[in-house]
């Protein structure tokens, strides 16, 4: 018969060395992640002593050396890399089976993870929030603000239950909320300020201030542009959207942006004809949402029209 731990009932054994191993992985985990033992014992709540003697026993047992040390870290061996890319999931899905487990003992806490893009913030994610919280006061919110390809990678990846994201990627499920529209925002001294619309031709010569090319916003402004037969000038290129505005009204260049939740002095918007409207989502990852994190799904979705432009 084959050495280790046998069940009867599934015909499965598991190995006496992956017996061995299971204990140790979460300390392998958390120093593959960290890349040092005192910021991976830091995480784990445990001495720096316990997570060294961890991984030593662990590589004891696989009889190979998982980590080499850089600097004042660590960095994984080529077995070690193999060995963390085999089993990093597995510390993931444990994780996640046993947050499961007590979350559905009490439905009404624990904690859910949630994104939102750097174009909502000031009032509408905040306000939608604070009703949430006043509803259900034991459940934690942790909150992730970022730009909409990160956000989509967290979710993809399990650190985010749910992200609103502008538009949502098609490789995850998805409910729309509604509809954000793009304008040129514009000094109020500048020489569309007063208009009810502007072309694309219009803009041909202007400076313009952007976010990232990663940024969608971007990505909109140069394709539009480019169908209306330029390249945009990008004179400044920033990843904060308040301080964009800032720029704009200080007259050093135009923006395509959403309106601004909260007024921002000295600048004026305009509709851009050509220019549509970017669709606002709600998107989830491939697991079952928690009991937590659906009630804010639906508590998100029960109040789209807050995000509707």
């Known amino acids: 018969m084959k050495q280790g731990l046998y069940d009867p009932n599934m015909e499965w054994f598991l190995s006496e060395e992956a017996a061995a191993v299971a204990p140790l992985l979460a300390a392998f985990d958390a120093a593959a992640r960290e890349g040092h033992i005192t910021h991976a014992a830091d995480r784990l709540g445990v001495p720096q002593s316990s997570v060294s003697r961890r991984i030593k026993t662990l590589e004891n047992t696989v009889g190979l050396s998982l980590f080499q040390p850089v600097g004042r870290g660590v960095a994984l061996t080529p077995a070690g890399r193999e060995l963390h890319d085999r089993t990093r999931d597995l510390i993931r899905d444990l994780d996640d089976a046993i947050g499961a487990v007590r979350r559905h003992a009490d439905p009404d806490s624990g904690v859910v993870r949630f994104g939102f893009p ?159 409207d970017r669709i606002i989502g709600l998107a989830t990852g491939t697991r079952e949402l928690s009991p937590p994190a659906a009630r804010l799904h639906e508590h998100l979705t029960a109040h789209a029209d807050r995000f509707r432009g």
Request: include cysteine; proline fraction near 9%.
């Open 118 to 276: 750097l174009t909502l913030g000031p009032v509408s994610v905040p306000s939608l929030l604070a009703d949430f919280h006043r509803a259900a006061p034991r459940i934690r919110l942790h909150l992730v603000q970022a730009h909409g390809a990160a956000l989509a990678d967290m979710v993809r990846d399990g650190r985010l239950d749910l992200a609103v994201m502008i538009p949502p990627p098609v490789d995850l499920p998805a409910t729309v909320l509604g509809r954000q529209p793009l304008r040129l925002h514009v000094a109020t001294a500048h020489r569309l300020a007063g208009r009810d619309t502007v072309d694309l031709t219009d803009l041909a010569d202007e400076h313009f201030i952007a976010g990232p090319p990663s940024y969608h916003i971007r990505e909109v402004l140069e394709t539009c542009c480019a169908e209306a037969g330029f390249a945009p000038h990008i004179a400044f290129e920033i990843s904060e959207f308040e301080t964009v505005r800032v720029l704009v009204a200080h007259g050093l260049g135009v923006a395509l942006l959403p309106p601004a939740e909260t007024p921002v002095a000295g600048t004026a918007t305009v509709p851009v004809r050509g220019v549509v």
